[in-house]
């Protein structure tokens, strides 16, 4: 192989490895698509006439309002009565040509989908229960869902069904019948009171038009529970599906629920003694209806505080509630402090004797399943805290340990002359989000040191819930004609684009435009005060909430979002863009601890959760006894669900979660209690145990890879080894930290810094083995120019290095290009010796001077980046940790792995630069070489005749091998940057670019590109010089020849014409291949380039 073709010592790996990098960047795991191959039912399978045909999944009130639909000719379907059996006279009803059993009554007047029909099948469930009749055979929940047309009402009750019936599975129940569903049908029993002026009857006006219910049975009848000490058998359960918008239009609730409850209960029969159902309710859905119930209580109690004998006291119907268990898995709002002012034991307001009971009754009697607004609030901005938001300067001050957030200790205190400003969203026409947003300022006032008011840096703004502007009819025909849909998908886009932006119709995504353009403009304002720090959408519609981040997630990349209530869809591919890294405060998550969860799949958000849990509380747990004038007891006979009653501690701390890639991170403040998974962070499972073990291996595996690994590529596998290493024990001394309870160490959850943190970390030990080897590789550099170029013997001549530095002050030196300027001024005959010029340039490259130039450009380079920063329109990214010390260990990290970066660069620079001005001293001046060094090549390529080009061809290849020696040096800054960029990964955490860094990657990549070109250019120009003096030479060796037929030194110059063609090493490498192009390559081609890619679209 001739010295041409040999490798310059460029790694020549890197394009395997850039093009490796790229598919790893492209990469993505992809989701499994599911297609059921279900074939369609026909039209005649919809429904049945035998009753309403529903799946375990479906609405139950969609399934009944399409069974009314369907069979609507049959307008008195009721009195189709047939006699089903002579000996017994029960009697069913007939309709469609099909017999469906009413129930075993010899009551002709019982008909189908009526309080009677219902009240037979509780007395014959009953009887069958248990022998004796009077017993609680029948247990009885009444479920509280919204009743509306809407998307979100439909999605709600499809959610509480599966969640009910999933808790009901859990506790060892089936249905009686998996397809079909009852339902009682209240209007006609309301038309026919009407008719008949039936007074008794007409209270079933004020009830729903239907009720659907649906009968589940033991899975193993025999099956004892205990309650206290006495064996109770199972006992078949009666779910009620209850439309809650009917209780939020009245003001006394409670009146109606036992009103319902009177009057499907049977009663007394001369042959048969009555059933007593054992009740229970889960609801109210909203807080609204909660309120009310407490609010018709306290007026209740008022009145018979002062007159007793009235008689509302004693007929008032939540007597029959008496028994009744209240499970609140939905209401978040504390209605009880707001009771008469929030103090129930003020002057004005005092009740005795069994006014007083009948008042604290309700608060007995609702076991609250789900945190209230307060606490949820409080979690907020305790995690808002954490995550360097500036008011919470006085939370380290609080000295009420109820008030105090539980990992205070941990906070960023960042006192602060101006608060960061802080943006709250939510709906004006909604009791949750009103309640929600005032219970957010309370809690950023109590722990800021504003005694006054905060409007200045918290700003509220309202919308009306149903951005989309779907109305009722609009959501029942977008359910009905999906088909449709398709059909006006042909709409040309532009015309559609037109049409979206008009400010008319009802839906108002233009107010939200308007919104994110004025949010925009505070940002700017108050840039100096440190802009928007966090935006809070408070909403309870979520597709309202991801309309809201969708518009302004891109527009507020600094920003912390938060919000309430965890949901499946905030997880959906399609809506990750905008809720990545959403901060979620949540009663629970999507699954509760396996010991409650078991085989239960995970929910889709939260209130689907809390409904499970309350279902089991609801099974498993009653009042011990019942003594009216004190509060009993509630016992479970289940020990863990005991445990959760007993300790109080089933609302006391919300979870905190935060939207990572594919999952929910749990990041809560407190332990699970039971009742919850464990949170995501171990601070036990590593400690300094293992630290010490993994420290014990590392000579081993030290030893391994010394006497395994090939000599040729030991210094790569020692470099990657000892920052895989590193990051081990870092990862290891951090995870042994008291404040590791903050972190997720994942690379995958995307809410965790510490990936970050171990790349830059491994790129710090890469750069600093990447200066051990630029040291190395420039002594061997310089030790084989010696060889080749000086002749050992010869001594330097004259002492020319001691008189360059006695000629030249310290300043002489940080300035490259006044290199030996002055001394071709002076020196007309511009000639040099080739020992003093390269004495000098290594001179030049000494340690010291080097580092002046190299600090001198860092504090240039400094003082430009603190200028830029000075404006609004270039500001620093921000850190999204956790924690005073993550955001210290991430400082620390980034400063000095960026610190080494720009040392890294800036030397490469230099030594660039030194290198192409020394290339350009030798083209433009005349070098006396070593004379045993010339004559090697005048006698190799046969010049005698003309030494010049012998050494211009010395030249050339000092040129070559200096070239190429530096120009291996220019992939080390881009393997850091590289790094540097992929460390910046969405990925991994919320990582953004702003103007500011993409300025500054950009500006040190121009300073890498710019030397190596520069250098690439000079060693050019020095190649086409000499090609041009050998093209004269050889033209005039024609002429020579045909005189004295000189072929010897014809032969010579088309020699070296040919080889200096022909290099394609080092600098003349061609550009495709070319350092310059592979290194921009390395940061920009794979997963760093997908990054800043990302970045012009979301500015774009």
Aim: charged share 20%; with cysteine; aromatic share 10%.
């Amino acid at each position: 192989m001739n010295e041409q073709n040999k490798p310059d010592g460029a790694p020549a790996q890197l394009p395997g490895y850039a093009i490796i990098a790229l598919i790893l960047g492209l990469f993505v795991f992809q989701d499994t698509f599911f297609e059921s191959s279900r074939p369609a039912m026909s039209e005649a399978e919809k429904s049945s006439s035998e009753d309403v045909r529903s799946r375990l999944w479906q609405d139950p009130f969609e399934a009944v309002t399409l069974h009314r639909k369907k069979f609507r000719q049959f307008p008195n379907e009721n009195n189709y009565k047939i006699t089903v059996s002579d000996d017994d006279g029960t009697y069913a009803y007939q309709l469609d040509q099909s017999i469906q059993r009413v129930c075993y009554s010899n009551d002709p007047d019982t008909r189908a989908h009526s309080i009677k029909e219902l009240r037979c099948q509780m007395q014959l469930n009953s009887e069958l229960a248990n022998e004796n009749a009077s017993a609680d055979g029948v247990h009885v929940l009444a479920v509280m869902v919204p009743g509306g047309p809407y998307a979100e009402d439909q999605e709600w009750r499809l959610r509480s069904r599966f969640a009910l019936i999933s808790g009901l599975s859990a506790a060892g129940y089936v249905p009686e019948e998996a397809e079909h569903i009852g339902f009682v049908d209240f209007s006609s029993a309301c038309k026919s009171a009407i008719d008949s002026s039936d007074h008794g009857a007409i209270k079933f006006c004020d009830n729903p038009a239907y009720m659907p219910y649906e009968w589940f049975k033991p899975l193993f009848p025999r099956t004892n529970g205990f309650v206290g000490d006495r064996r109770n058998p199972l006992k078949k359960i009666l779910v009620l599906w209850l439309d809650n918008d009917v209780f939020s239009r009245t003001d006394m609730p409670l009146n109606l629920l036992g009103r319902l409850i009177n009057g499907i209960t049977p009663g007394e029969d001369t042959e048969k003694p009555a059933v007593k159902p054992n009740f229970s309710i889960i609801g109210p859905q909203s807080s609204n209806v909660l309120k009310k119930m407490f609010n018709e209580l306290q007026k209740i109690a008022e009145i018979c505080s002062s007159a007793p004998e009235k008689n509302i006291c004693r007929n008032h119907n939540y007597h029959d509630l008496l028994t009744t268990l209240i499970f609140s898995p939905f209401a978040t709002k504390n209605v009880e402090v707001e009771i008469n002012g929030g103090d129930r034991n003020s002057a004005g307001f005092s009740l005795t004797g069994e006014a007083n009971y009948d008042f604290k009754w309700l608060k007995d009697r609702v076991i609250r399943t789900i945190s209230t607004n307060e606490r949820l609030a409080k979690t907020l901005v305790c995690e808002l805290a954490l995550r360097g938001v500036s008011f919470d300067s006085a939370m380290g001050g609080v000295e009420n340990a109820e008030n105090k957030c539980p990992l205070s200790v941990f906070s960023r205190s960042q006192v602060k002359e101006k608060k960061e400003h802080i943006v709250l969203i939510g709906e004006w026409d909604t009791v949750y989000s009103r309640s929600l947003t005032e219970s957010v300022k309370e809690q950023i006032k109590k722990y800021s040191d504003d005694q006054g008011s905060i409007d200045e840096w918290v700003h509220s703004f309202n919308y009306l819930r149903g951005i989309d502007g779907i109305s009722a009819e609009q959501a029942t025909s977008i359910q009905t004609n999906r088909k449709e849909d398709s059909q006006k998908a042909d709409l040309s886009r532009r015309q559609s684009l037109k049409q979206l932006r008009r400010p008319t119709g009802s839906n108002q995504y233009d107010y939200l435009r308007r919104l994110v353009e004025h949010l925009e403009y505070l940002e700017k304002t108050k840039a100096k005060e440190g802009g928007i720090k966090a935006i809070g959408v408070l909403g309870s519609d979520p597709y309202d909430k991801l309309l809201i981040l969708q518009a302004l997630h891109k527009r507020f990349p600094r920003a912390v979002f938060f919000t309430t209530d965890l949901d499946a869809r905030f997880l959906h591919p399609a809506e990750l863009p905008w809720t990545r890294n959403l901060v979620v405060a949540s009663s629970y998550g999507l699954k509760l601890h396996e010991t409650l969860q078991r085989d239960t799949m995970p929910f889709r958000d939260n209130y689907q959760t809390a409904l499970y849990l309350s279902t089991k509380l609801a099974i498993h747990c009653r009042l011990e006894s019942l003594v009216f004038s004190s509060y009993s007891s509630v016992k479970c006979n289940d020990k863990n669900l005991q445990k959760i009653i007993d300790s109080e501690k089933l609302v006391k701390q919300p979870r905190l979660f935060e939207i990572g890639n594919r999952t929910a991170v749990d990041l809560s403040h407190t332990p699970g209690h039971g009742i919850h998974p464990e949170p995501e962070y171990s601070s036990d499972n590593l400690g300094g145990i293992d630290l010490m073990l993994f420290i014990a291996f590392i000579p081993l595996i030290s030893f391994l890879l010394v006497n395994l690994t090939p000599k040729r590529s030991g210094p790569v596998v020692y470099l990657l080894a000892s920052g895989l290493i590193g990051v081990l024990i870092l990862y290891m001394i951090l995870q042994s930290r008291e404040d590791a309870v903050l972190h997720t160490f994942s690379f995958t959850n995307g809410t965790s810094t510490w990936p970050a943190n171990a790349i830059r970390f491994f790129a710090l030990i890469t750069a600093i083995g990447f200066f051990i080897f630029l040291i190395r590789q420039l002594n061997r550099s310089n030790q084989k120019i010696s060889e080749k170029f000086i002749c050992a013997a010869q001594p330097y001549k004259d002492g020319q290095q001691n008189k360059m530095s006695d000629d030249k002050n310290w300043l002489s030196f940080l300035c490259v290009d006044a290199w030996h300027n002055r001394e071709e001024k002076n020196n007309k005959s511009n000639a040099v010796y080739f020992i003093d010029l390269w004495n000098e340039y290594l001179k030049m490259r000494e340690a010291k001077y080097c580092v002046s130039r190299v600090v001198m450009t860092l504090l240039l380079y400094a003082g430009c980046i603190i200028i830029l920063n000075q404006t609004n329109f270039f500001e620093m990214p921000g850190i999204p940790a956790r924690g005073a010390a993550s955001h210290r260990v991430n400082e620390l990290i980034l400063s000095a792995v960026v610190l080494l970066y720009l040392v890294l660069i800036f030397t490469i620079a230099d030594i660039t630069h030194l290198s192409s001005h020394f290339i350009m001293l030798l083209r433009k001046n005349e070098v006396m070489w070593p004379r045993e060094v010339l004559d090697i090549y005048i006698n190799k390529y046969g010049v005698s005749q003309n030494e010049d080009l012998a050494k211009n061809k010395l030249k050339m290849d000092m040129i070559s091998r200096l070239a190429g020696d530096v120009n291996s040096f220019i992939y080390y800054p881009f393997m850091i940057l590289f790094l540097l960029i992929l460390s910046r990964s969405h990925y991994f955490d919320n990582w953004h670019y702003t103007p500011l860094l993409f300025m500054i990657i950009s500006f040190t990549a121009v300073i890498a590109l710019g030397s190596a070109i520069r250098l690439r250019k000079a060693a050019i120009n020095a190649r086409d010089d000499y090609l041009e003096k050998l093209n004269f030479c050889y033209w005039q060796s024609i002429a020579r020849d045909a005189q004295q037929k000189n072929d010897a030194m014809h032969h010579g110059i088309r020699l070296l014409t040919e080889e200096v063609k022909n290099l394609n090493t080092g600098p003349f490498q061609p550009i495709g291949r070319h350092p310059i192009v592979l290194s921009l390559l390395m940061p920009l081609g794979s997963v760093g380039g997908l990054y800043l890619i990302e970045y012009f679209l979301g500015a774009a």
